[in-house]
């Protein structure tokens, strides 16, 4: 397992978490990194991504202004700090990667485990 998803926790609505994302085996700086997420009962969707080269970046309607991806490639990991939670947004965190630079979701083809995000009302 390369990518690992970390942070993820029972939270209030209105409250802020950070999600963090670590590669264990590769070269942090040759990756775009996204995250998504998944609900119950709905299917994955991507909510932010940052390219390779940093100069792309895409949220999804539903988090900005609120989600912000952020990259340290000198530790290896990348973030995605929430705030201004919502129960809408109680769903299984996944970070994702790929070496082409780019925010396209399919073509993320590097995947970690999950971490649960729980927003109660």
């Known amino acids: 397992v390369q990518l690992q998803a970390f942070g993820g926790g029972l939270v209030q609505a209105g409250d802020s978490l950070r999600l963090s994302c670590v590669d264990s085996?590769?070269?942090?700086?040759?990756?775009?990194l996204a995250w998504f997420r998944q609900a119950p009962g709905k299917e994955r969707e991507m909510v932010a991504a940052?390219?390779?080269?940093?100069?792309?970046?895409y949220y999804a309607d539903s988090v900005k202004g609120r989600f912000t991806i952020s990259r340290e490639n000198a530790e290896n990991t990348g973030y995605l700090q929430m705030n201004s939670l919502k129960p809408e947004d109680t769903a299984v965190y996944y970070c994702a990667a790929t070496y082409r630079d780019t925010v396209t979701p399919a073509a993320y083809d590097s995947w970690g485990q999950g971490t649960l995000v729980t927003v109660s009302s």
């Open positions: 085996g590769r070269t942090f700086g040759d990756l775009s």
């Open positions: 940052i390219s390779r080269s940093g100069g792309g970046t």
